[in-house]
């Protein structure tokens, strides 16, 4: 069992930014891919960033390419997502996601793990 809660959300004018944190407990954090994801209201949950087990691998959503970096800090079993130039369409809650794989995936049905999500809000 993993157990994820993540934390740093919150309320932000556009152009701004938030550094979203997740820290896993449980199993050894470093055999899995972690994986951050959004869902706005009235839509589909979806992919935004994610790390393979390593680090040595990242993928990014095209919408926020350029502007969120995902890392992790394995000896702090600790996910990061740092969101700058934060726009109104970014506003979502924010999810951490972990697989037991060394490789990371961009689909949201193939992690095992999720954390219980951080409101994110962007005002224009």
């Known amino acids: 069992q993993v157990q994820l809660v993540e934390s740093g959300g919150g309320l932000v004018q556009a152009g701004g930014s938030l550094r979203l944190s997740c820290a896993a407990s449980?199993?050894?954090?470093?055999?899995?891919?972690m994986g951050w994801f959004r869902q706005a209201p009235g839509k589909a949950r979806e992919f935004v960033a994610v790390?393979?087990?390593?680090?040595?691998?990242?993928y990014y959503a095209d919408s926020v390419k350029g502007r969120f970096t995902i890392s992790r800090g394995n000896a702090k079993n600790t996910v990061y997502l740092q969101m700058n130039n934060l726009k109104p369409e970014d506003t979502a809650v924010y999810y951490c996601?972990?697989?037991?794989?060394?490789?990371?995936?961009?689909?949201?049905?193939?992690?095992?793990?999720w954390g219980q999500g951080t409101q994110v809000t962007v005002s224009s």
């Open positions: 996601a972990a697989r037991y794989s060394y490789r990371a995936s961009t689909l949201p049905e193939e992690y095992d793990y």
């Open positions: 449980g199993r050894t954090f470093s055999s899995y891919a």
């Open positions: 790390i393979s087990w390593s680090g040595g691998s990242t």
